[in-house]
């Protein structure tokens, strides 16, 4: 099947358009809020301890907290993104980031376990279609050559916020208490947002977007068809539930980390955190890294790059499950490093790949619908599963588990080769 869908005019109408220094204006905010998002995220991850001594919470319930934002996220994710489609890009994403941002500051002022649980499945709600909607703004701005890498580096930027946030969570949580952590993250994303507010014109950025208030509704594909075009192939659909279940592997690893080298290596929380946040800097890295390789490598080649990406998700496996049998030392976390730079190499070519098969119209909700998968196929159930098998077996051991995910991603992948006979 062929995968080819002809370049659109919205680079060419963007360099007529917007300038290429408001172009990067736009990514520097929009990259700032993901920033954010994940900040906001995973800051939780670097106080478990303190809450769990706090609370007396089990592993399951702290895995719980963790995973109700992603389980939101990806419940949301598809109906939310298409309303950004037909109201207009620009303004939800200011919409979604002042909920996300109100809310961690609620999380900041909870009392107990029910309170914090519902502010982050707020946290959850605010998020839900960031990601795609900001990605599809990007994707539509910059030259489509550039796709695989513009898509990687922006989705780093969840793991670079992952890093800030654990890291500088651990830092105020160790000196003032686990509650300013989340007050730390909501200033950051309240002053971004204003920010946001004053520089992105919906004026000059919706008309290079597939989704505007401005639109006609004659313009906007119905339904049907969106659902229709959102699983056109079974290659699509491979590559739907493939990313999904490699980034089970990053939902157990970045909940868990702080707290296994507390636990494990007897490390406290602010040494923790900080540790912690340079192995999801690993992440961060490989992110953007294995998007490049793939657009140089697999340019013209579907096949070429789902094959790269298989090889990817193998390494993660490979590393990862030699790191959890080996003695805890700097060998395992040499090992650590190495799982988690492999470990989203995935998200940029899984995104490429989406925007190459589906109508630029629709780009919002495909990227919607390849997050639904991420968060219902990996992160969420990766932080909840791993806490549930932690309270029974231990957390060294659940998380020996985790690499079976990307062995499983691996061989839907190339279930998906299949149906790319006729490419490269």
Not at 291 to 319: E, Q
Request: proline content about 4%.
């Amino acid at each position: 099947m062929a995968l080819n869908i002809p370049e659109t005019a919205s680079y060419q109408g963007a360099q007529q358009r917007l300038s290429r220094g408001y172009i990067w204006v736009i990514f520097a905010l929009t990259f700032g809020l993901i920033l954010s998002d994940y900040m906001s995220r995973q800051v939780l991850n670097a106080v478990f301890p303190q809450i769990k001594a706090e609370w007396g919470l089990s592993d399951t319930q702290l895995g719980t907290l963790s995973g109700i934002v992603s389980l939101a996220v990806g419940l949301l994710a598809f109906p939310l993104s298409l309303a950004a489609d037909r109201w207009g890009r620009v303004r939800s994403v200011i919409v979604m980031a002042a909920l996300w941002s109100v809310a961690t500051l609620l999380c900041g002022l909870s009392h107990n376990y029910f309170t914090l649980l519902s502010a982050r499945f707020l946290v959850g709600v605010g998020e839900a279609a960031y990601a795609s909607v900001g990605v599809a703004i990007l994707i539509s701005i910059f030259p489509p050559r550039y796709t695989s890498t513009v898509t990687g580096a922006f989705m780093a930027g969840g793991m670079v916020g992952s890093v800030m946030g654990i890291g500088m969570g651990g830092a105020l949580a160790s000196h003032f208490g686990w509650r300013s952590a989340f007050v730390g993250m909501a200033v950051y994303g309240i002053v971004l947002t204003l920010l946001y507010m004053l520089v992105a014109s919906p004026s000059r950025i919706e008309g290079e977007t597939g989704g505007s208030a401005g639109n006609h509704s004659s313009a906007r594909p119905p339904v049907k068809r969106v659902l229709r075009d959102l699983f056109s192939s079974p290659a699509l659909i491979c590559v739907y539930i493939g990313s999904g279940l490699q980034l089970f592997i990053n939902g157990g690893m970045l909940a868990w980390l702080p707290s296994f080298l507390n636990r494990a290596y007897d490390m406290p929380l602010s040494q923790a955190g900080g540790v912690a946040a340079i192995f999801v800097l690993c992440g961060a890295c490989g992110m953007p890294l294995c998007g490049a390789l793939v657009d140089r490598v697999g340019r013209d080649s579907p096949r070429r790059k789902m094959f790269l990406t298989i090889a990817f998700n193998l390494a993660c496996a490979i590393l990862l499950l030699t790191a959890f049998q080996l003695p805890t030392g700097i060998t395992q976390l040499v090992f650590i490093a190495l799982g988690l730079f492999f470990s989203a190499g995935i998200v940029g070519p899984s995104g490429a790949m989406v925007a190459k098969l589906t109508p630029k119209a629709i780009h919002s909700t495909a990227m919607a619908t390849l997050a639904l998968a991420f968060n219902i196929l990996g992160l969420a159930p990766g932080s909840i599963v791993t806490g549930a098998l932690a309270d029974r077996l231990g957390l060294a051991p659940a998380l020996q588990l985790l690499p079976i995910a990307g062995i499983a991603s691996a061989v839907v992948l190339l279930i998906g080769v299949r149906y790319m006979r006729g490419n490269k």
